[in-house]
């Protein structure tokens, strides 16, 4: 079979740092893989944009075409505006229709949680990831005058909203059965109005999966309460982006939270980051928590599997995801948990944990 190719851009900050960790580790995993991977670095970021004017060559999408998935450290930097590096993001997941944003939080044993009664947390958070509030249109209106307007309208298509939710429910099955559709459409009839009738109808050709829809501020509400009641939660872009911050610090902050942006079905190769930035404040010191970046490499061996590009690749994640629990739970820890152990002391642990699980 042809080698698996992944196209690594470690980014900005921390997110060399965390990379570096993801290489160790699925170097490890090829040793178990039946398919070989073919690993490029590319040195795209803020340093480049810094050198040429740009944060990657201009042709980069045509590059990144050719690859199985791609894997991204962190993108932002304080010498420059957000949205430069980050343009390069949003480009990738817009012009990929990478239109599921996977989120997974779970609270593992061993890390702390602000919630005293410590319940168990395993939820699947599928974000649309191309519409919604984010779909960029809007303008304003007599800029700098006191009668300055801002327009901004929300995107929702019957199309977009029918694809995300599909997939939501093809997870469920494969987990508890439950899927929770958040909605606002008391306050928003239009197009939360469209969101409930289309989820709703996707529904009913799940007859296997428990169904409902709770509204955002009660969402928010019962993520502290009673976060073990959720199982796979269907979100839009803009609430999806809110509810799975939160779901971060649940389950022990930033420097866990994996994300995905993907296109099941899709020509084009699918993203996996980690869901925090490049973190200035502490990039350059050695003590960034990997685990975010290596539990979004272990969604990217299962999605590889899904993809028919990885046999076994389900397999290789759940031992990543086991090997990262079995870490966490005994140490060593960065300082974000509340340990003095570096980021490459982390990813070290993780890598031979995942060589013993392997049999190696
Ligand atoms: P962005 O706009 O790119 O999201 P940000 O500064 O708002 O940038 P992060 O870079 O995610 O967000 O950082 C938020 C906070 O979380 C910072 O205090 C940072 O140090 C901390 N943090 C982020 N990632 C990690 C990590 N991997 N390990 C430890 N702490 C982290």
Redesign the pocket.
Request: charged share 15%; glycine share 20%.
């Given at each position: 079979m042809l080698p698996v190719r992944l196209a690594v851009i470690p980014g900005d900050g921390?997110g060399p740092e965390?990379t570096a960790e993801v290489l160790r580790v699925l170097r490890v995993v090829e040793r178990r893989s039946q398919v070989p991977f073919d690993i490029v670095e590319f040195p795209w970021g803020t340093d480049h944009y810094l050198r040429t004017g740009h944060v990657a060559p201009p042709d980069f999408l045509e590059v990144l075409r050719g690859f199985d998935a791609i894997l991204l450290g962190?993108m932002?930097d304080p010498r420059v505006p957000?949205h430069i590096p980050v343009g390069l993001v949003l480009q990738i997941r817009r012009q990929f229709d990478l239109y599921v944003n996977l989120r997974p939080i779970r609270l593992v044993p061993g890390v702390p949680t602000p919630l005293a009664h410590r319940p168990t947390i395993d939820i699947l958070f599928v974000r649309e990831n191309t519409e919604g509030e984010y779909a960029q249109s809007g303008g304003r209106l007599y800029t700098g005058s006191k009668d300055e307007i801002a327009v901004h309208t929300a995107v929702f298509t019957a199309r977009g909203i029918e694809r995300v939710a599909v997939y939501a429910f093809e997870r469920a099955r494969r987990r508890r059965r439950l899927v929770t559709s958040v909605s606002k459409a008391n306050a928003l009839p239009h197009t939360y109005g469209l969101w409930d009738e289309v989820v709703k109808r996707v529904a009913s050709r799940y007859p296997d999966v428990t169904f409902e829809t709770v509204l955002v501020d009660a969402m928010a509400y019962h993520m502290v309460r009673q976060p073990d009641r959720f199982d796979v939660v269907v979100a839009s872009n803009l609430f999806g982006d809110i509810l799975t911050d939160l779901g971060a610090a649940l389950q022990g902050g930033?420097?866990l939270a994996a994300s995905a942006n993907l296109n099941p079905d899709g020509p084009y190769p699918a993203m996996f980051e980690?869901v925090?930035?490049?973190?200035?404040?502490?990039a350059g010191r050695g003590i960034?928590?990997p685990v975010?970046a290596i539990w979004s490499a272990a969604l990217a061996l299962e999605y590889l599997a899904h993809r028919g590009r990885l046999p076994g690749g389900d397999r290789l994640a759940e031992v990543v995801v086991q090997a990262i629990t079995d870490v966490l739970g005994v140490g060593p820890h960065?300082p974000?948990l509340g340990g003095s152990a570096s980021t490459s002391d982390v990813g070290r642990a993780i890598t031979e944990r995942v060589t013993e699980l392997m049999g190696l």
């Open positions: 921390v965390v962190a932002g957000d930033l420097g980690p925090h930035g490049s973190a200035p404040d502490i960034a928590n975010g960065t974000d």
